[in-house]
């Protein structure tokens, strides 16, 4: 015979301690070293180089925030995208949250993206380069007008 309880039976159950422990702990699981994003715009699925909808904004590369982007290699993040130049006609953005988990770790270096989290690993264009990385990343477009790079979807 099949017994169901609710939640609140079930906690009744345990009984005080029991109880106690069950909701720190249920409060615990919810923390994390890692910082994730829960409203992500565009699905964990995306396949590298799928652009997401709705982003749309210009960096004034003359502004100090953004002067690294001047130099090829030189990399911002903005609104958890990070922007990378190239070269010097070239630009890359990519969403900071990573595929793997939803971790906003997602960071450049030595000519792809990273994930610091899970070690996911990314080429410059977001397609995943191992399994942490397999499901690629979210990419937007960049269109660069005199010293205004607009970064869109």
């Known amino acids: 015979m099949k017994n169901n309880l609710n939640r609140n039976e079930f906690l009744k159950s345990l009984g005080f301690k029991g109880a106690s422990l069950m909701a720190v702990y249920c409060a615990a699981s919810g923390l ?8 992500v715009t565009a699905s964990s699925n995306v396949k590298a180089g799928t652009p997401a909808t709705g982003i749309d904004f210009t960096l004034d590369l003359t502004k ?13 993040i903005v609104n958890q995208i990070v922007v990378v130049r190239v070269s010097s006609t070239t630009f890359a953005a990519v969403t900071q949250v990573c595929s793997h988990e939803g971790n906003v770790a997602i960071s450049y270096a030595n000519g792809g993206f990273n994930c610091s989290v899970h070690g996911a690993m990314y080429d410059i264009n977001g397609k995943g380069l191992n399994a942490n990385g397999s499901r690629g990343l979210t990419t937007y477009k960049t269109a660069l007008t005199g010293t205004n790079l607009r970064v869109f979807s």
Request: overall charge negative; charged content about 30%; aromatic content about 10%.
């Open 64 to 76: 100090t925030d953004y002067s690294k982007l001047n130099n090829p290699e030189g990399f911002v």
């Open 32 to 39: 994390s070293s890692c910082s994730k994003e829960e409203n």
